[in-house]
């Protein structure tokens, strides 16, 4: 009993397994993770050090350089990337992809653990994996006219954040902005002088007073006591009767000589949203969690909470509606485009019986699909459906095949076994002689479209982390149709279709009509002149180049998010109030744009795991969803508002999502052209040159010479022999000085759900100007008092720069944004003014960025394109073990280059590494037609045929298979072509390139390939 003999004598068996599959499918994919992209593991650890406001060239020396030196030995590290500033240092490690990012954090934090007591002391060392959970994924506003910002900070630590991190998936629940409550003990420094006291004696006198302590285990009455010796503070009173000193028994307490009041903590940042001041919610998900059902359980949660009255809480961001959108777009597109498929099917064999097999066997495919992915641990992502979406022609092509080849086998099947009338016998026959003479070219052709994906399974990098699942969910996909094509395709067939409909299609076959009586005529007169194939094909060659040069090139498509990332920078030193004020305007700009839902923005702190200045931050705004412009022309227009009304900010615009993307690859700026030089000045004027030259551009947006200044500092110069006099030192002058202009805490007051600091501090007019803090009387260890002038000199020293470093070199980055033009196209003409440009010996110049990424994936994807070429060919000459049928194959594959840069260029889309996938999967599904095509001229029948009697017969025959798979697959892939729906744009590119290709490789495969296979197989025996 043959194979497909067994599968009818078992068909009920067949036909349970396949619904519990197909049940089994469904139930997983509505249960497996749903995120935009794939989980991706970034292979980058970000060190970030806080070492208060030493200055940037003391910080490289003490905490950059050795830091970077340990991280050189950590195995895997391609590059190392710092940025210094004052008092701070981001140090960016980059891994090879692939390595094991948790053991190799490990072993870093072990090298940094070997050098922590030759880093400054008061040093704060965080070490961060990045990738997508260190961002958020929904983004929450708190605002009201009758609570304080206090009592919204609690809130949102006290009750929200609580109650967002029990919902499952949720990894972290950052809150960002408001007040924080404090107890300020303001001394009067004449008074404290009055007293011979130093500022050190309240704090440490608060100090020892508010704590409490066990003294021993006491026994008494057969019960075990725990005696606590306890002084702890609750009230401003309590603190203002702590005891400082009791000279001549005369108690001198805190109230004596400072006042005591409830205070707010003064803060560095600013948050507001929709024009109000506000505390902001940020929640991140666990890297495996469901980003869609995270964002779901998240409103869910906050909608069912009591929040107080007068309290409003607003979505700023909502990465789970963005997806959830994206998802079912595409899963929308997908169907509509097997609907689509279908009714060509239909028209092309006008028999629903036969339509229904089809429409059978590509779901049941799919739902086994989803299987094969949740074993791997897949998520439902763009890219794992658009697999799908790409593999929906394929799947028809092979149930196509076969059940058409069964239909030929049956009338002579019924010839032979005329002594029965079990139809269902004499179909399974035929089915069972038909499936024996296609295996192989089934087995080819399926193999061939399957080995395309062995190169793509090995790309690196980025792209390889975004293609893999979808190179994945295709060779599943095909693999579960060629199965299905052997078995459930048939045994479907056996049970559904009628006498009728087979006959009918037989009679199809038997009276060609008068367009294959013109094919026939049109090719005995093209393979007598075969010829011909050779200018054609170098006439097709010069036309996809000529296109090629007129369509522009990208790395990623352009996603229309519907969320834009607004990063904003004031002049170095500027007061946060003023930042503060400038905002404001800007804000009132952002609110009048008809596309805005809302906003948010930062001062002082950013999204993501970065050190950030006071006067930096960004907005994050969240645009409607029905709106007349999309997001690029929003920004456009913003940018230009901005601009105007504010010229002083410099500003950088983006989307979140490939701003994301961008930051984890460290690549945010599409343009970056990096100068490397130990000569500092020499190095920043060129910068600023190339900044200047490139401005103007055309595409160029947002241009910045990379040159990053901190603001101003005082700087009090303590002079050792004059502090020597009085027994002081730089530490003691450091310490009294910074308790009394900025306050130290070193003591808190515990309230039911947190502790308030005691902050102790001299009045703010102490720091207000360098007179004021001249004049600030310090105390030395004898008693004896001294101005801050008489032992020290002050003065005001300009901003200092940032210090970069990479791969261990000194460098600045020229960066800018891309404003409605491609990339490549303004690459080229950045590089052509530059080459006008005189760079300075000792200067070296890099292009970085995402552009430096493109042109590296690019090389991969070619690379891997001619591996598939080459894998494809030995899949050809196995089966058909001549060199004559994979070089031209070969050439009719590349010759379909024409279709793909035809369709970029009339869609407008650019060359990235979407429709280069496209391309590559071009490869295999030419050679799968091919297959067909070439496998029938080789049957038994043909051996004493001329080969081009047996070529065009052979075309003859696939025409109208060819014809319907074609138009199926292009209609399968239409809504995505379109762009149908929010995250569309991802597979968009990669759609139309398949389209363009499938289009003109079934013209190609028709006329071009029979001659060029006569020309390559000469005057070889056709066997």
Request: with cysteine.
């Amino acid at each position: 009993m043959t194979f497909i003999e067994s599968v009818k004598h078992h068909q009920k068996a067949v036909l349970f397994t396949t619904i519990l599959l197909v049940a089994g499918g469904i139930a997983l994919m509505l249960s497996m993770p749903v995120g935009l992209f794939p989980d991706i593991t970034f292979p980058r650890i970000v060190v970030l050090v806080d070492n208060g406001e030493q200055p940037a060239e003391r910080m490289m020396v003490e905490v950059t350089k050795p830091i970077e030196a340990v991280i050189s030995a950590v195995p895997g590290t391609r590059l190392v990337r710092s940025i210094t500033s004052r008092g701070s240092t981001e140090i960016d490690i980059f891994f090879n992809w692939g390595s094991n990012i948790m053991q190799t954090m490990d072993l870093l934090q072990g090298q940094l653990s070997n050098i922590r007591t030759t880093l400054p002391a008061t040093a704060k060392i965080s070490v961060q994996m990045m990738n997508v959970s260190v961002y958020p994924i929904e983004g929450y506003s708190l605002t009201s006219d009758t609570l304080s910002q206090i009592e919204m900070r609690d809130l949102a630590l006290y009750t929200i954040r609580p109650a967002l991190l029990q919902v499952p998936g949720v990894a972290q629940v950052e809150v960002t902005g408001g007040e924080q409550r404090e107890f300020w003990v303001t001394v009067d420094p004449d008074r404290l002088l009055a007293h011979h006291l130093d500022i050190r004696q309240v704090n440490d006198a608060i100090q020892k007073t508010n704590m409490v302590a066990s003294t021993a285990l006491v026994e008494n009455n057969h019960q075990l006591y725990l005696s606590l010796v306890n002084g702890l503070l609750k009230n401003t009173d309590e603190i203002a009767s702590v005891t400082i000193a009791s000279p001549n028994g005369i108690p001198v307490r805190v109230g004596d000589i400072a006042t005591v009041t409830p205070a707010q903590q003064e803060q560095y940042i600013r948050t507001t949203a929709a024009g109000r001041e506000a505390v902001l919610i940020n929640v991140m998900k666990q890297p495996t969690g469901s980003t869609v059902a995270i964002g779901l359980a998240v409103q869910q949660r906050l909608a069912s909470m009591k929040l107080p009255r007068g309290m409003r809480i607003a979505n700023f961001y909502d990465q789970s509606g963005y997806i959830n959108d994206s998802i079912s777009s595409t899963r929308d597109s997908i169907l509509i485009g097997i609907a689509l498929a279908m009714l060509v099917l239909l028209a092309f064999l006008r028999s629903w019986r036969i339509a229904l097999v089809l429409a059978l066997v590509v779901p049941a495919t799919v739902a086994c699909t989803f299987i094969c992915l949740n074993v791997i641990g897949e998520t439902v992502n763009i890219m794992t459906l658009g697999g799908i979406a790409a593999a929906v022609g394929l799947i028809i092509d092979d149930s196509i095949v076969i059940i058409e080849n069964i239909f030929t086998h049956f009338s002579l099947e019924t010839t032979r076994l005329e002594h029965t009338g079990n139809k269902h016998f004499v179909f399974i026959r035929a089915a069972r002689t038909s499936i024996q003479e296609l295996f192989p070219a089934v087995l080819g052709s399926t193999a061939s479209t399957i080995v395309i994906h062995i190169p793509l399974g090995f790309l690196g990098g980025l792209t390889g982390a975004f293609f893999r699942p979808l190179s994945i969910t295709m060779v599943f996909a095909l693999i579960i149709s060629f199965i299905f094509s052997l078995s459930l395709s048939p045994l479907l067939a056996s049970i559904f279709l009628r006498e009728k409909d087979i006959e009918r299609e037989i009679k199809k076959e038997e009276k060609p009509g008068p367009i294959f009586r013109a094919y026939k005529g049109a090719m005995d007169w093209l393979l007598r002149i075969r010829w011909i194939a050779i200018p054609i094909s170098l006439g097709i060659f010069v036309v996809t180049y000529l296109i090629y040069t007129q369509v522009g090139s990208s790395f990623m498509p352009e996603m229309d998010e519907g969320a834009i990332v607004f990063d904003y920078t004031s002049p170095p030193g500027t007061s946060l109030n003023e930042t503060n004020r400038m905002l404001k305007d800007v804000e009132r700009i952002i609110f009048k744009i008809p596309e805005v839902a809302s906003y948010s923005r930062r001062t002082g702190t950013q999204l993501g795991f970065f050190l950030t200045e006071p006067n930096t931050g960004d907005f994050l705004i969240k645009l409607k969803t029905k709106r007349s412009r999309s997001t690029d022309e929003v920004i456009d227009d913003l940018r230009a508002k901005v601009s105007r009304a504010q010229p002083a900010l410099r500003i950088d615009f983006g989307q979140l999502l490939s701003d994301v993307i961008g930051d984890l690859e460290n690549s945010p700026s599409p343009i970056e052209i990096k100068l490397f030089s130990d000569n500092i000045a020499l190095r920043d004027s060129t910068a600023v040159e190339i900044k200047n030259a490139i401005e103007d551009i055309k595409g160029v947006a947002d241009p910045f010479n990379g040159i990053v200044i901190s603001g101003p500092s005082i700087v009090i110069k303590v002079d050792p022999i004059k502090s020597s006099f009085y027994g002081l030192t730089t530490t003691d002058v450091q310490d009294q000085l910074q308790t009394m202009m900025e306050g130290s805490v070193e003591s808190n007051v515990q309230l039911p759900q947190k502790l308030v600091g005691i902050r102790v501090r001299f009045p703010h007019s102490y720091k207000t100007d360098l007179d004021s803090i001249s004049n600030i009387i310090l105390t030395a260890p004898n008693g004896v008092q001294v101005p801050l002038y008489a032992i020290a000199s002050i003065s005001i020293t300009a901003g200092e720069p940032e210090l970069d470093r990479e791969g261990f070199r000194s460098y600045v980055a020229v960066t800018a944004r891309l404003e409605n033009r491609d990339l490549g196209s303004t690459m080229n003409d950045i590089k052509k003014r530059i080459a006008r440009i005189h760079i300075p010996p000792g200067v070296q110049l890099e292009y970085g960025g995402v552009y430096q990424t493109q042109q590296e994936s690019f090389q991969n994807l070619v690379m891997v394109a001619l591996v598939a070429l080459l894998l494809v060919a030995l899949v050809l000459l196995i089966e058909f073990r001549e060199f004559s049928v994979p070089a031209s194959i070969i050439l009719i594959t590349l010759l379909s280059l024409l279709g793909v840069m035809a369709a970029l260029w009339i869609t407008g889309m650019t060359i990235n590494i979407s429709s280069l996938v496209g391309m590559i999967m071009i490869i295999g599904i030419v050679a799968e037609n091919a297959i067909f095509i070439l496998h029938y001229t080789k049957r038994p029948e043909f051996a004493t045929k001329d080969l081009k009697e047996a070529l065009i017969e052979g075309s003859r025959h696939r025409a109208r298979p060819i014809t319907m798979t074609t138009l199926a697959a292009i209609l399968a892939l239409l809504p995505l072509a379109v762009g149908f729906g929010q995250g569309a744009q991802m597979q968009q590119s990669l759609a139309i390139a398949v389209i363009g290709g499938f289009s003109i490789s079934s013209i190609l495969l028709f006329f071009l390939l029979p001659a060029l296979y006569m020309l390559l197989h000469g005057k070889q025996k056709h066997l």
